[in-house]
């Protein structure tokens, strides 16, 4: 029977984030978040839920810890609340805070582990939005004081930091979607917050060059692969507009210091602008050591006038669906990686969140998830294929590690290895969480 081998060096984690998993919202000096705010306005979060419990991380981490020693991973890529360090988003340091995570970074290294912290996973400080939020410069460099002050802290323990997760989410999906916190529906706004976490991301890789910092840098953008309809030029021109709404806007600014002018031009035409000032996109464009890439699903698109944002109509051929509704499409995550390589360049790449929602539930002490499984194969047979192509990929984290606060979508959406009952808290390793572990061990994929 075949098999796909991975090289040894490549690095086998999983990954979570601050206020879907800790908890503690109101103890030990937080402050509130914009999560906090959304979750707990009517209408917002399915079922009403939020994240004030979540999975108890917060108080349970070392079990957490012993379940990834366990599992078998090298790598843990976890995020840090902003308003448990800054409960204002800027001034007084909240002690209490700053030394859980000493606590816990110090429990993950005992056993073996890397930490790859992210630096904002979408909670920022209540108390700065309050003054406009990422559409205010100044947001940038509260964000860059925080960052300097964490990689001071951690200097020589985390070798690895992610500046920005998702920009498109915290820009596009909660200020002009309008679905995430804090719910704006404004294209404008959207288009400059955008910007805005880019200049945040350059400052804070200029703080840790400052302060020579030990170890590397990145950020963390979530990608999706549109696939055109036919080979018609108008379909193809409305998948690369939707690609680059994703991948060009929040990568060319980065790695080519300009925004890309298909996408200016598009944007111009819904009346949509972008102010940049003196220096911007020369601090955005300062060399990282790695990028961090999130993917999930993928579509076939074509043409159609006036469909949402870029006259783009996402068409339904069949593709399986995971449980939150989004297709299972593995060719997707090759072909995104090879676009990324060719656009730009033998950058290292930590797959940084890869997974699948699968509600399956508890039956007699086990969860039978065979089809995550089946997704994690599938992908991890791309990610395979995406090196042979020459993608240099650095590490695989899967998303998630614990069923967890998926959002808007409440609990109600399951992406972890492990199940959490979210009355009782008690963990239990599913199927993919047996089969991932196996897989680590061995380095390779059996394929049928």
Not at 130 to 144: L, M, N, V
């Amino acid at each position: 029977m075949p098999i796909i081998q991975f090289p040894h060096e490549m690095k086998w984690g999983a990954a979570t984030a601050a206020y879907q998993i800790e908890g503690a919202a109101h103890e030990d000096g937080r402050g509130q978040s914009i999560w906090d705010t959304f979750s707990h306005t009517p209408g917002h979060v399915k079922n009403g839920d939020n994240g004030d419990v979540a999975c108890d991380s917060y108080h349970r981490y070392e079990e957490d810890i012993e379940m990834m020693k366990d599992l078998g991973i090298e790598m843990y890529r976890f995020s840090v609340s902003w308003p448990r360090i800054f409960p204002d988003g800027t001034g007084e340091i909240n002690e209490e805070g700053l030394q859980f995570y000493h606590r816990f970074v110090d429990a993950l290294l005992a056993q073996g582990i890397e930490p790859m912290c992210t630096l904002y996973h979408w909670d920022l400080p209540q108390a700065l939005q309050d003054k406009g939020g990422w559409a205010s410069r100044e947001t940038t460099d509260a964000f860059a004081d925080y960052a300097e002050l964490m990689f001071q802290e951690f200097n020589g323990k985390i070798k690895h930091w992610i500046t920005i997760n998702e920009p498109w989410c915290v820009s596009f999906l909660s200020n002009f979607i309008g679905v995430h916190a804090p719910g704006n529906q404004d294209l404008q706004l959207a288009t400059t917050i955008s910007h805005h976490l880019l200049l945040a991301h350059g400052k804070a890789v200029t703080r840790f060059r400052e302060l020579e910092s030990t170890g590397e840098i990145g950020y963390a953008p979530n990608l999706e692969w549109n696939e055109p309809f036919s080979d018609k030029q108008e379909d193809i021109d409305a998948c690369n507009r939707g690609m680059g709404w994703f991948i060009e806007w929040f990568f060319d600014p980065v790695f080519k210091g300009s925004y890309p002018e298909f996408m200016l031009n598009w944007f111009e035409k819904k009346g949509v602008s972008l102010t940049l000032e003196e220096g911007d996109l020369k601090l955005i464009s300062q060399p990282i050591d790695f990028i961090g890439i999130n993917y999930y699903t993928g579509s076939v698109g074509r043409y159609k006038e006036n469909e949402e944002l870029f006259d783009l109509e996402k068409i339904d051929i069949g593709y399986n669906k995971t449980d939150i509704g989004w297709n299972v499409y593995p060719e997707g995550f090759y072909k995104v990686l090879c676009k990324v390589k060719d656009q730009y360049g033998d950058i290292p790449i930590y797959i940084t969140e890869n997974g699948a929602c699968y509600n399956d539930g508890v039956e007699y002490g086990e969860v039978h998830d065979q089809r995550r499984i089946e997704y994690l194969k599938q992908h991890l047979t791309s990610l395979s294929r995406s090196m042979e192509a020459g993608v240099n990929i650095k590490g695989y984290l899967t998303w998630s590690l614990l069923d967890n606060f998926e959002w808007a979508e409440g609990y109600e959406k399951r992406f972890g290895l492990v199940h959490v009952n979210f009355r009782t808290l008690e963990r239990t390793k599913k199927d993919s969480y047996y089969w991932y572990k196996q897989t680590i061990a061995n380095g390779w994929l059996e394929m049928k």
